[in-house]
């Protein structure tokens, strides 16, 4: 059964740092691409990062770049989104979710993910 499980979430003060995991079992990490969505209340998913598959190249949306690092353990079968420079925000959740088969660049597009997780929640305040 192929299963993500994110954890690393937490309450931290505007300015701080987070590492999120999203651990896999069921499948490799490196067989698909992963990614890492965001869920703020009230609004849509959106994507934030991903991982390619095989090659590990990754994309970022322009509003991380410089403060998400997204990385891959394949020996832990665990994908990490290192987060830098926390703005303060409501309680969001970010996912991180599995697919699709495309080699190449990995795409951000929440609808062409298929396999999600239960999600972590930051908060980010003083």
């Known amino acids: 059964q192929l299963q993500l499980v994110e954890s690393g979430g937490g309450l931290v003060q505007p300015g701080g740092s987070l590492r999120l995991s999203c651990a896999a079992s069921?499948?490799?990490?490196?067989?698909?691409?992963i990614g890492w969505f965001r869920q703020a209340p009230g609004k849509e998913r959106e994507g934030r990062s991903c991982?390619?598959?095989?090659?590990?190249?990754?994309t970022y949306a322009d509003s991380v770049k410089g403060r998400f690092t997204i990385s891959r353990d394949n020996a832990k079968n665990t994908v990490y989104l290192q987060i830098n420079s926390l703005k303060p925000e409501n309680p969001t959740i970010y996912y991180c979710?599995?697919?699709?088969?495309?080699?190449?660049?990995?795409?951000?597009?929440?609808?062409?993910?298929?396999?999600w997780g239960q999600g972590t929640q930051v908060t980010v305040s003083s």
């Open positions: 979710a599995a697919g699709p088969l495309l080699s190449g660049q990995c795409p951000l597009p929440t609808t062409l993910y298929k396999y």
């Open positions: 069921g499948f490799t990490v490196d067989y698909y691409n």
């Open positions: 991982i390619s598959r095989n090659g590990g190249s990754t």
